[in-house]
T-cell receptor, first 111, second 115 residues
Framework: SQQGEEDPQALSIQEGENATMNCSYK?????LQWYRQNSGRGLVHLIL?????REKHSGRLRVTLDTSKKSSSLLITASRAADTASYFC???????????FGSGTRLLVRP | DTEVTQTPKHLVMGMTNKKSLKCEQH?????MYWYKQKAKKPPELMFV???????INESVPSRFSPECPNSSLLNLHLHALQPEDSALYLC??????????????FGPGTRLTVL
């Protein structure tokens, strides 16, 4: 079952622009993770933010978490054509150790 | 070695065939997972193994049969599949199950087509 929804479903931007993706979830979480998937390939873990953290950075990635609104955002700065992929948020529920993925955002970065 | 490998990359099978998907990791991880992913959808958890024992079966039909022969290998045996089982099958591993803070390392997947 899907825990979260992501928006937008698809995003097309020019190389060099910033890309922002949002994830909303329904229940209390232990942590929230973001993964990237290139077309038809496996997923690559990008970043994990714990429920007691509000913001985290990794290179060109910035993730925020608002547990009161049950939402998270992923910002990719200075995007590159190689960032073209699907991005999924995934939550680990407080009462579980299963990873439940959101619906995903398909990002296209135009050169 | 931080890689999860999966074989084969592509598999086409008939509804009466028996085939197996294989997954291998040498990171010393003790939790291994099978996911199913349909086109333009998120991965859906099928099975979880912890220390070579089946921990979670997400009500998967019995035509899918997982096996964990040792801590590095995970198989998914397929029998009498239906065309709607066509999907990308992803294997993943993580150091251990239960903390909820471990990230998962995914293999490249096996693209399965059932005719």
């Amino acid at each position: 079952s899907q825990q979260g929804e992501e928006d937008p479903q698809a995003l097309s931007i020019q190389e060099g622009e910033n890309a922002t993706m949002n994830c909303s979830y329904k229940t209390s979480i232990n942590n929230l993770q973001w993964y990237r998937q290139n077309s038809g390939r496996g997923l690559v873990h990008l970043i994990l933010i714990r429920s007691n953290e509000r913001e985290k950075h990794s290179g060109r990635l910035r993730v925020t978490l608002d547990t009161s609104k049950k939402s998270s955002s992923l910002l990719i700065t200075a995007s590159r054509a190689a960032d073209t992929a699907s991005y999924f948020c995934a939550t680990v529920l407080d009462s579980s150790y299963k990873l439940i993925f959101g619906s995903g955002t398909r990002l296209l970065v135009r050169p | 070695d931080t890689e999860v490998t999966q074989t084969p990359k592509h598999l086409v099978m008939g509804m009466t065939n028996k085939k197996s998907l294989k997954c291998e990791q040498h990171m010393g991880h003790r939790a291994m997972y099978w996911y199913k992913q349909k086109a333009k959808k998120p991965p859906e958890l099928m099975f979880v193994y912890s220390y070579e024992k089946l921990s979670i079966n997400e009500s998967v039909p019995s035509r899918f049969s997982p096996e964990c022969p040792n801590s590095s290998l995970l198989n998914l045996h397929l029998h009498a599949l239906q065309p709607e089982d066509s999907a990308l099958y992803l294997c993943a591993s993580s150091p251990r199950l239960g903390l909820g803070t471990d990230t998962q390392y995914f293999g490249p997947g096996t693209r399965l087509t059932v005719l």
